[in-house]
């Protein structure tokens, strides 16, 4: 089973300035990588790789691993619509790996930017996320939000054992005994009969009387 794991980053002035520009060169590229691909009519990641890695390599200054995750937004977004060429916004979020995105000790991230190469930026959390840590697995989206950045992790968790019954119990629904069990008792409809009539001359009654309290209790 998978959720998703929100750690806000803090990153320093120089750091978020670095942040920002990765975002935005990121997502340029990402751009590229989807109008090379329609225009080309061709969706799929090994087919825009061969149109657009090299270009975005030498025009964008991305690394390896984040060309590939630039081209990989671009087939994302065509896989949910392939009728016209996304355009995305320069604050738009990046898809971070494993080899681009680890974490240290004393809660920091160690993120890659393009000009700043790795950088170490602190991170802090809540009860909640303190707890989930150590099962951060995969992907982690970095996210620009109301002036702040935040990491959205996957974590994993074991898929919980099914329930294994020890024992049973057989049901028989009826209409004059509403349940008869495989022990042998019986369940009968005498005291729902009761209340169902009782209120029904309850409704009658209030019914005629028309008063203010009356509805109410209607």
Same mark, same amino acid.
């Given at each position: 089973m998978k959720l998703t794991l929100q750690l806000q980053l803090l990153p320093d002035e120089q750091q978020a300035s670095l942040l920002l520009d990765t975002m935005r060169r990121f997502n340029e590229a990402a751009t590229f990588a989807a109008r090379a691909g $329609?225009?080309?009519?061709? $969706?799929?990641?090994?087919?825009?790789?061969? #149109?657009? =890695?090299? !270009?975005?390599?030498?025009? $964008? /200054? #991305?690394?390896?691993? *984040?060309?590939?995750?630039?081209? /990989?937004?671009?087939? !994302?977004?065509?896989?949910?619509?392939?009728?016209?060429?996304?355009?995305f916004r320069p604050d738009g979020a990046i898809t971070y790996d494993e080899r681009i995105l680890s974490f240290k000790d004393c809660h920091q991230a160690s993120i890659d930017t393009i000009k700043g190469g790795r950088q170490r930026i602190p991170y802090v959390f809540g009860a =909640?996320?303190?707890?989930? *840590?150590?099962?951060?697995? /995969?992907?982690?989206? *970095?996210? =620009?939000?109301d002036g702040k950045f935040y990491l959205y992790c996957t974590i994993q968790f074991d898929e919980p054992p099914p329930v294994e019954p020890s024992d049973w119990l057989g049901i028989d629904l009826g209409i004059v005994r509403l349940a008869t069990d495989s022990t042998g008792e019986s369940f009968s409809g005498s005291d729902i009969d009761h209340n169902h009539k009782r209120r029904a001359t309850a409704r009658k009654q209030y019914q005629r009387r028309g008063t203010k309290n009356g509805c109410q209790k209607l």
């Amino acid at each position: 089973m998978k959720l998703t794991l929100q750690l806000q980053l803090l990153p320093d002035e120089q750091q978020a300035s670095l942040l920002l520009d990765t975002m935005r060169r990121f997502n340029e590229a990402a751009t590229f990588a989807a109008r090379a691909g $329609f225009k080309a009519n061709v $969706f799929s990641q090994p087919s825009i790789h061969k #149109l657009a =890695y090299f !270009e975005i390599r030498r025009d $964008f /200054g #991305l690394s390896a691993q *984040l060309a590939v995750r630039a081209i /990989g937004k671009a087939c !994302e977004a065509f896989a949910r619509n392939k009728t016209f060429c996304p355009v995305f916004r320069p604050d738009g979020a990046i898809t971070y790996d494993e080899r681009i995105l680890s974490f240290k000790d004393c809660h920091q991230a160690s993120i890659d930017t393009i000009k700043g190469g790795r950088q170490r930026i602190p991170y802090v959390f809540g009860a =909640y996320q303190a707890t989930r *840590l150590d099962r951060i697995r /995969g992907q982690s989206d *970095l996210v =620009y939000r109301d002036g702040k950045f935040y990491l959205y992790c996957t974590i994993q968790f074991d898929e919980p054992p099914p329930v294994e019954p020890s024992d049973w119990l057989g049901i028989d629904l009826g209409i004059v005994r509403l349940a008869t069990d495989s022990t042998g008792e019986s369940f009968s409809g005498s005291d729902i009969d009761h209340n169902h009539k009782r209120r029904a001359t309850a409704r009658k009654q209030y019914q005629r009387r028309g008063t203010k309290n009356g509805c109410q209790k209607l």
